[in-house]
């Protein structure tokens, strides 16, 4: 086989709402809606420096059907500036911006290919320094928002060609439920027709399912939300004179999103808990100083500050300040090593000694022991929740909320009751007051946004 390099990127997104963050200044939002632009521009960078030959990009360019003008025209300006370069570019669209989606008529320019919904057709990608034949290109779009098939299963080898082939998939290998079930295939069927590299989109979490074939995630550009944490990026694949590849990542996300721990274990008072916290901001800063980034600090362990947090609302009072110190640097178009907390979760109880607690002759220590009984049992927790809810229920739009609940986010519920009323009773049952208006809460960004 002829050597050459190709980009392979997936799931773009361009001009995401990021809907999941809540209160947010004009001047971070801004920075956020153009942190997909940013990491397209980066893109067409790592294309040029690498002298790539060619680009594939595995569906979801769009983040709706319905796609910005400005989503687009700036997608229309970074093809023609990779058409400048004589960087051709073979493209499909996914679940997120399929061919029925109301967008400009225009056709593409002569370097770009865009694949139909029709079987895969055969595409030749060109090396940029001698024009020879390298690869042969495939891909398949989805004509509607929603392909159950398994379109994988339509793709064959161009018979008679020894050329490395390449396919673009947008869809869901090996059936990660954790994700609609978008045109399923397994790694077998993959592995069975034949090809070379399979380009895939869909999930974002960056990926190699398998060396060779290549069967490749290379995740999103830019994490929007919680729930898509770490570098973001794209694959520049080099094929050799054997067909073997090698994958180099890049970086290509302006805002980078985090989870990070901290424990209360040990912290004796307020001040030393919110210097816990400054600390881990500071780090935050000192790991990525070259963009922003945005973080939930889970709060865990078991501790006396537990109370601050439950009953205090200190976690609040923190979030609005450290929101307001970062506010300032956003106005003052500091963005570059920023760090926006987004919430607290605080799963974090008090210093407690539970197995004296649940022998315990007491309401407390029933309390324990029924919850315990209920985490061991799933239809016993569900009569226990059935039951918490009912008045809830009588309300038609909370109980189709309600309806979907799953069972991770019951024993969740469960879990934080119990720690609840340990830090409510724990000490005192005789404070009926305080049990009356519970304190809980749970500062800033929901838990499970989508
Ligand atoms: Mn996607």
């Not at 999941?20 to 153009?34: D, F, M, Q």
């Not at 973001?232 to 985090?258: A, I, P, Q």
């Not at 816990?276 to 800063?285: G, K, L, M, T, W």
């Not at 926006?340 to 309390?367: C, H, K, N, P, Y």
Request: charged share 25%.
């Amino acid at each position: 086989m002829i050597p050459f390099r190709f980009l392979h990127a997936a799931d773009l997104h361009l001009d995401s709402r990021f809907i999941g963050l809540a209160h947010i200044p004009p001047s971070v939002r801004s920075y956020l809606k153009e942190s997909t632009f940013a990491a397209l521009g980066r893109l067409v960078g790592v294309a040029v420096q690498e002298k790539v030959d060619f680009v594939v990009i595995s569906g979801d360019i769009y983040d709706i059907s319905d796609a910005s003008l400005q989503g687009q025209l700036r997608f229309q300006e970074a093809l023609q500036e990779l058409g400048r370069h004589d960087i051709g570019v073979f493209l499909i669209h996914g679940n997120h911006d399929p061919l029925d989606g109301p967008r400009l008529t225009s056709e593409p320019p002569k370097h770009v290919t865009v694949f139909g919904s029709e079987e895969p057709v055969h595409a030749v990608g060109y090396r940029r320094s001698d024009g020879k034949e390298v690869a042969i290109v495939s891909g398949i779009s989805y004509p509607t928002a929603k392909v159950t098939e398994n379109t994988a299963l339509t793709f064959h080898r161009k018979q008679g060609s020894s050329l490395f082939h390449i396919a673009l998939l947008h869809g869901n290998v090996d059936g990660d439920l954790q994700h609609e079930t978008y045109s399923p295939c397994t790694r077998r069927d993959l592995i069975e027709r034949g090809y070379d590299y399979w380009a895939l989109g869909h999930i974002h979490t960056r990926s190699i399912l398998l060396e060779r074939p290549a069967i490749v995630y290379p995740g999103n550009i830019q994490g929007r939300s919680i729930k898509e944490t770490g570098p973001k990026g794209c694959y520049v694949v080099d094929v050799d004179e054997e067909g073997g590849t090698t994958l180099h990542f890049h970086e290509l996300d302006s805002v980078r999103w985090w989870v990070k721990e901290i424990s209360i274990e040990g912290l004796s008072n307020e001040a030393e808990w919110i210097e816990a916290v400054e600390r881990a901001v500071e780090e935050i800063r000192e790991m990525h100083p070259q963009a922003m980034s945005v973080v939930r600090f889970r709060l865990t362990g078991r501790g006396n500050v537990h109370r601050l947090l439950a009953e205090k609302g200190a976690a609040e009072d923190l979030l609005a300040e450290l929101q307001r110190r970062e506010t300032m640097l956003a106005e003052r178009q500091e963005y570059n090593g920023l760090v926006w907390t987004e919430g607290f979760a605080v799963e974090s109880g008090l210093a407690i000694d539970r197995e004296q607690l649940l022998l315990e002759d007491s309401f407390l220590g029933e309390m324990l022991r029924i919850a315990m009984r209920s985490e061991n049992n799933p239809s016993e927790l569900d009569d226990l929740i059935n039951t918490a809810l009912q008045p809830l229920m009588e309300n038609q739009e909370l109980r189709k909320l309600l309806s979907s609940v799953g069972a991770d986010e019951k024993l969740d519920w469960l879990r934080q009751a119990a720690e609840l009323g340990v830090t409510l009773l724990n000490g005192r049952e005789d404070s009926a007051e305080e049990v009356a208006n519970p304190p809980y809460r749970q500062a800033g960004g929901q838990k499970d946004e989508h």
